[in-house]
């Protein structure tokens, strides 16, 4: 079955700390896509970052990083130096192949609180 | 356009009316998605459209349901008799390739939906 789990219903941090939001993925595909979605309370989902499976190499982009671990299903989501714009929904989301190969499987998203 | 639209923004509807709600994908997009997000949920996936076909169907919560898209483009998710429970927002997305599951979605304001 193809499943995303994100177990972290609601963060909240301060300003300034780090913040890593989990996300494990159960597929029996090969050949997979995971993403990341930013849903600020504005509603309009925004994509942050899409990788494939064959792909391991961690990545960063300015203040965020992802960590994509095979051995474990994982698929975290490193926030350095929170801001209060980074408060927001985030889901983690998995595609693969099969007969619904186009079919995102969407996590439950965390709710990330940034206080001032 | 440069983006997904939906249309309308917000909706209250009766028990029991007719709704419908429109999606215009990005162009040249030939993918588009129907997903539902109660509130405070995650998405829970509804149609998907390759071109003008609707290859997997799976996840219209009922026969009440229905969706359509025309000339590859404009979507319109229909709901007849709506219930107190269809209260949601509706989120459209389109990817440019109906062939790939690595092909990003990005996705739409959204559709509010009140049923009262």
């Known amino acids: 079955a193809q499943k995303v789990t994100q177990a972290q219903t609601e963060i909240s941090v301060v300003e300034k700390e780090d913040v890593t939001l989990d996300c494990v993925y159960e597929t029996r595909d090969t050949t997979y896509y995971l993403f990341w979605y930013k849903q600020p309370p504005s509603g309009e989902l925004v994509f942050l970052i899409r990788r494939n499976s064959f792909d391991e190499q961690n990545e960063i982009s300015g203040r965020y990083s992802w960590n994509f671990q095979k051995s474990t299903s994982s698929f975290n989501f490193t926030i350095t130096a929170s801001q209060v714009v980074d408060s927001a929904v985030y889901f983690c989301?998995?595609?693969?192949?099969?007969?619904?190969?186009?079919?995102?499987?969407f996590g439950s998203g965390t709710k990330l609180n940034v206080k001032p | 356009g440069a983006g997904v639209s939906q249309s309308p923004s917000n909706k209250v509807t009766e028990k029991g009316k007719d709704v419908e709600l429109r999606c215009d994908p990005i162009s040249g997009h030939t993918a588009l998605y129907w997903y539902r997000q109660s509130l405070g949920q995650g998405l829970e996936f509804l149609i998907y459209f390759q071109g003008n076909s609707a290859p997997d169907k799976s996840g219209l919560p009922s026969d009440r349901f229905s969706a359509e898209r025309t000339g590859g483009s404009v979507s319109t998710l229909t709901i007849q008799r709506t219930q107190q429970e269809d209260s949601a927002v509706y989120l459209c997305?389109?990817?440019?390739?109906?062939?790939?599951?690595?092909?990003?979605?990005?996705f739409g304001p959204g559709t509010r939906l009140l049923v009262l």
């Open positions: 997305a389109s990817s440019l390739s109906r062939t790939s599951s690595q092909e990003t979605q990005y």
């Open positions: 989301a998995l595609s693969g192949r099969g007969y619904n190969f186009n079919k995102f499987y």
